[in-house]
């Protein structure tokens, strides 16, 4: 079955400055690669998502990098708030099927 | 996005009591459903899927017996722990995604915080 793994596990950056999470994957079938936010207590929020007919999105602050053929995708938050410290989980799915999560990271962003 | 919901956000019970979770979709029509747990400063672990009107299907290694999920319409879908214990302690999130042929994407539900006593 897929396998995600996810580095670093924990990150801390100063405001302002970028942020790069990193995740690989292992079944070459899959074809969906969300990323959540989890804030203390709370539920994973979907914030980008990619498929794998398409190599980068990006959306204000955000983007998410894919390469299908080293089978590995990233998260990349640039000009990062103190907002923006939470847990980040990367995962993948094959369409319709489960998702399958990586372990987290811990992201502080220290002003 | 699409907004989930559930229902408690906190339940403390005695151990031997059945807890049950709600988790509701409330502004579309979840012909899925997911019902993960997770430990502190762990990921995810996804428990079962339901499809509404269908038997749910289950991870390897969870109880079905113990953990009971009914999908019984397009917007609802419960998780009743019976027979709680101090281990079955832990947050538990639901999440729910629309009819398949439109969308990939999953929400989450605020998560339940499960305390055994």
């Known amino acids: 079955g897929e396998n995600v793994e996810q580095h670093p596990s924990t990150l801390s950056v100063q405001e302002g400055d970028s942020a790069v999470i990193k995740c690989t994957y292992s079944d070459s079938a899959s074809n969906y690669f969300p990323w959540y936010k989890q804030e203390l207590g709370k539920g994973p929020q979907l914030i980008i998502d990619?498929?794998?007919?398409?190599g980068e999105k990006k959306d204000q602050r955000i983007a998410v990098t894919l390469n299908k053929t080293a089978k590995h995708f990233s998260l990349h938050i640039t000009e990062t708030q103190p907002e923006d410290s939470a847990v980040y989980f990367c995962?993948?799915?094959?369409?319709?099927?489960?998702?399958?999560f990586g372990p987290g990271t811990s992201l502080s962003v220290i002003p | 996005g699409a907004v989930v919901s559930q229902h408690p956000s906190r339940v403390i019970c005695k151990s031997g009591t059945s807890v049950k979770i709600e988790c509701r979709s409330l502004d579309f029509q979840a012909t899925t459903m997911f019902w993960y747990r997770q430990f502190p400063k762990k990921s995810l672990m996804l428990m079962a899927t339901?499809?509404?009107?269908?038997?749910?299907?289950?991870e390897q290694g969870v109880e079905k017996d113990k953990f009971l999920i009914n999908h019984a319409s397009l917007t609802l879908s419960t998780l009743t722990v019976t027979s709680a214990h101090p281990e079955d302690s832990s947050f538990y999130i639901c999440?729910?995604?629309?009819?398949?042929?439109?969308?990939?994407?999953?929400?989450f539900g605020p998560g339940t915080r499960l305390t055994v006593t």
């Open positions: 990619i498929r794998s007919n398409v």
């Open positions: 339901s499809n509404e009107g269908s038997k749910a299907t289950y």
């Open positions: 995962a993948a799915s094959l369409g319709y099927d489960k998702v399958i």
């Open positions: 999440s729910a995604r629309g009819q398949a042929g439109s969308t990939y994407e999953q929400y």
